[in-house]
């Protein structure tokens, strides 16, 4: 046998095998999409059985306070993790209160839920390109606290006040932050983030910090107006180490003001 015939021979046994490789892919790849569409048909069917026929576009007809108020279940459910998108799930229908006509009752006052339900309306349809849905705002103090508490109940705070996470000093390439509800921040260079309001101006009055791993890591509060007019250039500072900042240091294990570190055990300031 001539070289030419050898590595013809041996080109048609490469290819061969190439084929036979795709047929097994293709033959995986089939077996793999059987196996996803049986186990979507097993969710459909477990979801089926545990919340019945239900679906988001379905249109509930509900009694609040006496006023009735349809509104679509993907809206009432649009806010992730609150007892109001659990209690319209479609999983408690049957032992929800309602009413002699079958309407779902809630005992609220109207003029309280409705300005949050229009509020969830309204970023159903939001867009960029139009003006920024704001959350609502009683102007009336008694029954702006009763709203507040309203929106508390229903764990619904976050939802309609929402808050951002926004870089404020540090390399916009090294950090990656996360939107509500999973408001988070990974970086890795020492970074400043801040925390901001989104389409209201009600202040933000505690919040919870859980660590990960993390090297290095201050918490802390700015007196805004001040702090930006005295702020300086040098970007290694973080809250604590400028002028009118306050701030946990949870590596040192003290609080910081304006560059000086106070120790939980001595009080000795640095």
Known sequence: MSKNDEDEATLDETLANLT???KKKQQALEERELALEKAIATLNHDRSEVFGDKSDSDVLHLNVGGDRLDVLRRTLTSVEGSMLASRFSGRWDESLEKDSEGHFFIDQPIELFRPMINYLRAKQCETPLGPPVKS?????????QDFYRLVEYFQMTLGIYPCVIELHRGEPGSAEIGSFPDCSVKSNEWSTF???TQGHSR???SFEVVLGNVERMQIGWIVESRYVENLSNDHRNGVGEEENSLALDCCRGGKMFSHRLRSQTNHTQY
């Open 20 to 22: 036979l490789v795709l």
């Open 136 to 144: 609502p705002y009683p102007k009336d103090y008694e029954l702006r």
């Open 194 to 196: 801040t925390v901001q």
């Open 203 to 205: 202040e933000i009055t």
